[in-house]
């Protein structure tokens, strides 16, 4: 799966799959913080530099589930659906009422939860069967 790269592009795909990793390991204990698409580039980013993390990643005990439903199917499940939707609208709605922040930066906020919502909302819940 991964391609012949320059050294210094897998290098860096590496340590981009590393950063993605902590910071969804931070999304674990922060709710303002996704965990599932710093995964879901952690893995994108192993599977162009490194057979190793990214089977590490596939099979780990917590992650791996998820990840490989979605590097097979696209899937996300409904629980992470509702999830994600859910901390994204909190957080809007945080800045919105709590912050100072001009209209065009909670404007510009709002249509990123927008796209990321209907983005979610369009993957489907579980993998069709095959048969």
Known sequence: MIMRRAPLLRALFLALGFVCVALG????????LPTTPFMILALWCFARSSERFHRWLLTHRIFGPSLQKWERHRVIPPLAKIASIGAMTASMIYVVLFSQAPWY?????GLVVVYAAWYILSKPSRAQDMS
Do not use: N, T
């Open 25 to 32: 390991l931070l999304g674990v204990f922060l709710p303002v």
């Open 105 to 109: 930066a909670m404007s510009g906020m």
